[in-house]
């Protein structure tokens, strides 16, 4: 008898590993619509997903503010009018639960003229929701007594932008358009408070921003004609003062290569979320880079690996990286498809302050996201470029929000991360093991492995299938009567439906001794 070892991986707080043969006793190679945030010993899967839509409505992003000063609040969408690409207004009552109600067209809710609608502001500031067009700043009045101002500022041509801020110590609003941040402090005086606050060399363009302290961080690219090579760009960090002159830009730091997609004060550090991913004009294989600001240049805490090479059928196919995240708790999350290995991994996906990251929430039905928000634990999911509007499962019954259908998931380090286990040896797999809490009603497990030849592909073998009630462990030594198989290298994954919450996995394996020297 060869060598036997016996590997359990009960704690999966480590985070995903960028290097699948990485050998640690806490990370994993891949997981999603797990919480591996808030326990490290236990993976508990997220509710399933719900839909509240109404398609030709087309709602791409979500706020949630008062309506006037009625004391009513509502969760607004941000939508077109019908049969037209104008920016309108719609609202949901979500006060009796997320499903009670259907979306509501408020009075004046809509832009009677103008261009089509620019997805990536939708912004709430002293009673009103500023959105743009392909010119003008347009804004609606949420107490829905003034009409819908089509043109509440002219800006002649509108190529970027991003999500508007309020500044807590001076509660002024900054817009970041093109190269410019404008300021505003009195919406009610038809336009009065509106200024130019900042005007950044016209080389660059704005792609994020967030608040330090009593500072406004701002990223910038520099422009590049050809958007398909994305890291043909370089990325800076202005950490400015609210002064209006360039010169007063109290820091600069400097991100490298690639453009920053998002920007977050997590623990008090700047993190970016980079876009250096490869196309047409690279060799390699793309990057998605997380950094934090170190004095004046970034540091890399982790990058998410994906296939971007100019070999692949799909070269041009470039990450979906859209401009909507949400921090909460000192996380920032935010909507990312980076395929690797012939799995989308298209998701919410969650940072922390130390780099830790996942691929958190995945609604089963979407093909892509627009937009995404947060109301309480509920999710808010606009995907799919269809108008299609899910959101957190809010059953009045507990064990039936969990999806039966969307599997979560997570896939270990290859060998399980065990140093003890090498590559240039055979391995023989004698039994494995999957620990849960009690399975209720509705759920159920899967183990699957993939091996050697297959490690770097999506082709999996089902070990077993268990749902029975109240089960905390299920054992195999075989696969419907046949033996376990031989490997190298091998990567277990476990699925999870119906709520039910895995603990551990655990294996026991046998070394071939190998007869060539």
């Given at each position: ?45 997220y ?9 030709a ?15 009513n ?11 037209s ?29 103008g ?17 743009l ?66 005007t950044?060399?016209?080389?660059l ?61 997590l ?38 690996v994906?296939?971007?090479d ?19 708790n000192?996380?920032?999350?935010f ?86 286990i ?65 490997f ?8 999870s439906?119906?709520g ?18």
């Open positions: 008898m060869g060598k036997l070892v016996t590997t359990i991986r009960n704690n999966f707080g480590g985070g995903l590993s960028n290097d699948k043969r990485a050998k640690s006793a806490t990370m994993f190679s891949f997981s999603q619509h797990f919480d591996t945030f808030t326990w490290k010993n236990k993976l508990v899967p509710y399933g997903t719900q839909a509240n839509e109404t398609k409505l087309n709602i791409v992003k979500f706020l949630y503010a008062e309506s006037g000063t009625s004391g609040f509502f969760l607004y969408g941000f939508g077109v009018e019908s049969g690409s104008r920016p309108a207004v719609y609202k949901l009552n979500i006060g009796s639960g997320a499903s009670t109600n259907s979306w509501a067209t408020p009075a004046n809710h809509d832009a009677t003229s261009g089509a609608r620019y997805e990536d502001v939708f912004f709430y500031y002293k009673d009103y929701i500023y959105m067009n392909t010119r003008y700043v347009t804004r609606f009045d949420t107490s829905e007594a003034a009409g819908f101002a089509n043109t509440y500022q002219d800006l002649t041509t509108i190529t970027t932008a991003v999500q508007p801020l309020i500044h807590p110590n001076t509660d002024i609003a900054y817009f970041f358009i093109n190269n410019v941040i404008y300021s505003l402090d009195d919406p009610d005086g038809a336009g009065a408070g509106w200024a130019t606050a900042l950044l060399p016209d080389n363009e704005i792609t994020a921003s967030c608040l330090f302290g009593n500072y406004i961080a701002i990223a910038v690219a520099e422009k590049r004609e050809n958007s398909v090579y994305r890291g043909a760009t370089k990325s800076t960090v202005y950490i400015w003062d609210l002064n209006s002159s360039l010169t007063a830009i109290n820091d600069t730091v400097d991100f490298g290569a690639g453009r920053i997609i998002h920007l977050a004060n623990d008090n550090q700047i993190m970016a979320i980079v876009d250096n991913a490869s196309g047409s004009n690279a060799l390699d294989d793309g990057r998605i880079y997380i950094k934090k600001a170190s004095g004046r240049k970034s540091v890399t805490l982790n990058e998410i994906l296939d971007a100019i070999n692949d059928a799909n070269a041009n196919a470039l990450p979906d990286t859209p401009k909507t995240n949400f921090v909460e000192n996380k920032l999350y909507p990312l498809k980076a395929p690797l290995d012939g799995n989308n991994r298209l998701g919410i996906w969650v940072v922390d302050g130390n780099g830790k990251t996942t691929v958190d929430f995945v609604e089963g039905e979407a093909t892509s996201y627009e937009g995404i928000f947060k109301t309480g634990s509920v999710w808010w999911i606009a995907h799919s470029n269809d108008g299609s509007v899910n959101h957190s499962d809010d059953n009045s019954v507990r064990e039936s929000r969990y999806s039966t259908t969307t599997s979560s998931v997570v896939e270990t380090l290859v060998n399980m991360g065990d140093s003890r090498t590559s240039d040896q055979k391995w023989k797999l004698i039994g494995v093991t999957l620990m849960m809490e009690y399975l209720p009603g509705a759920g159920q497990v899967i183990l699957e492995y993939k091996k050697d030849e297959n490690i770097d592909g999506n082709t999996y073998v089902t070990i077993f299938t268990e749902d029975t009630n109240d089960s905390i462990r299920f054992d195999a030594i075989n696969i419907s009567g046949d033996t376990l198989p031989q190298n290298e091998m990567i277990l994954r476990a699925k439906t119906g039910a919450i895995i603990t551990g996995i655990k294996w026991k394996v046998e070394l071939i001794p190998d007869t060539k020297y």
